[in-house]
């Protein structure tokens, strides 16, 4: 199981070498110093996890992403000329993600970047793209405290995920909130921006817990949560680490139906091994297979056919597969194969997709400006929408964007 959060590199798997080699072309390749060629194709550097912990997390990017081009080349691809690809395993090692960023950038010659499932690849990846000045998308939920100028967040900001969910599990459950998460920078990045929500709604923060990647034994971190007795656990436990978590916690008697719960944990990624503990529960996000809306289920079945996937479609997917194709409109509006153009276009596009009319992105920040879904998570893994909770504002400026 693993995340779409932000991620620290230390439970990164250290299949560099192999993973330099890993380079799934799917177009042929140039050599050159500079990003682009206005005559060519327009081409996409795809850098993703295929390996490692995160790997089923950046398949499921991968695939979002490629159905996301098919469907812009089937209308006639960009400027008449069909999009390409190139896709690299960075197995979500930063390092191997720079040097795999220059490479597309400076022999694939590729006019914008998109990918990487880990806070710190997604870092490593938008330092390259701004000293190259190529566009750089990701798509995975959760932000960080940096902005960069070329770069471009899909998925949903944690302060999108959390303003309407804490006041929400507070009314519901009580005052009294605990926070639990990974020892990494994105759990401590969340419990700051929950604990402002939650006094913000007349919440009591009674208990904050830590514990590093790689745990296995929760007892003693359960005692303390369950001696504070909250009312309401946010949990940022990750990767199998949230399983584990999640479990003991129903063994030793603290996640009960009285507690409100929400966090990692009830991300699609962990269904197949939550179910019991999730079901019934509710979950915001940007994104669900069971939205009602026409373009989304074209998605959903072509996924579903392409890729034999049974189990609920990850989130990360479907911010790839609008995010791709966001990116793709306003290289279509630029009209030339020029990356700043299409940089510069992308930061005043309006784009209209099941995932709100007029996205956007916010100027201060660079996170997209979208509508978000409370959803119910029914046995079997169908995250029901229950509420359109349409666009959650959150334009808190950040440092680098410009």
């Not at 459950?173 to 929500?197: L, M, Q, T």
């Not at 003991?248 to 009830?266: C, N, V």
């Amino acid at each position: 199981m693993v995340p779409s959060h932000p991620f620290s590199r230390t439970v990164v798997l250290t299949t560099v070498a192999a993973a330099l080699l890993t380079l799934t072309a799917c177009s042929g390749s140039a050599v050159s110093s500079a990003a682009g060629d206005s005559g060519a194709p327009l081409k996409i550097g795809v850098v993703v996890p295929l390996t490692g912990p995160v790997g089923e997390t950046g398949k499921a990017l991968q695939r979002g992403l490629e159905l996301g081009v098919q469907k812009v080349n089937d209308s006639g691809g960009v400027g008449g000329k069909k999009v390409e690809y190139v896709v690299v395993d960075d197995a979500g090692d930063p390092a191997t993600s720079t040097q795999l960023a220059r490479k597309l950038i400076q022999q694939d010659r590729v006019s914008m970047l998109f990918g990487t499932i880990t806070g710190d690849t997604a870092e490593a990846v938008s330092k390259v793209a701004e000293d190259a000045k190529v566009p750089f998308g990701t798509a995975i939920l959760g932000d960080t405290e940096g902005c960069f100028p070329y770069s471009w967040g899909f998925g949903e900001s944690t302060r999108q995920i959390l303003l309407p969910s804490v006041p929400e599990l507070i009314g519901t459950y009580g005052k009294r909130v605990a926070i639990v998460g990974s020892d990494y920078n994105y759990p401590h990045f969340y419990a700051g921006i929950a604990k402002e929500i939650a006094k913000s709604a007349g919440g009591t923060i009674v208990a904050e817990e830590y514990s590093p990647l790689g745990q296995t034994d929760w007892q003693s971190v359960i005692t303390r949560l369950k001696d504070a007795e909250p009312d309401v656990l946010l949990s940022m436990v990750v990767g199998a680490d949230a399983v584990a978590f999640s479990r003991q916690a129903k063994q030793f008697g603290l996640l009960t139906s009285r507690l409100g719960y929400d966090g990692a944990p009830l991300d699609t990624d962990y269904y197949p091994a939550l179910a019991d503990l999730v079901n019934g529960r509710t979950h915001v996000v940007r994104w669900t297979d069971q939205l009602d809306n026409a373009e989304s289920k074209e998605f959903v079945a072509d996924y579903r056919a392409k890729y034999t996937f049974t189990p609920p479609i990850p989130e990360v997917a479907g911010n790839a597969y609008f995010g791709v194709q966001f990116f793709l409109a306003a290289a279509g509006k630029v009209g030339r194969n020029d990356p700043q153009a299409i940089n510069t276009e992308i930061g005043k596009m309006r784009f209209d997709s099941p995932l709100g009319k007029g996205t956007h992105f916010e100027p201060a920040n660079h996170l997209l400006q979208a509508d978000m879904l409370e959803t119910t998570i029914e046995p079997g893994g169908a995250y029901k929408v229950t509420r359109n909770l349409g666009p959650i504002a959150d334009n808190v400026a950040k440092q680098g964007c410009s």
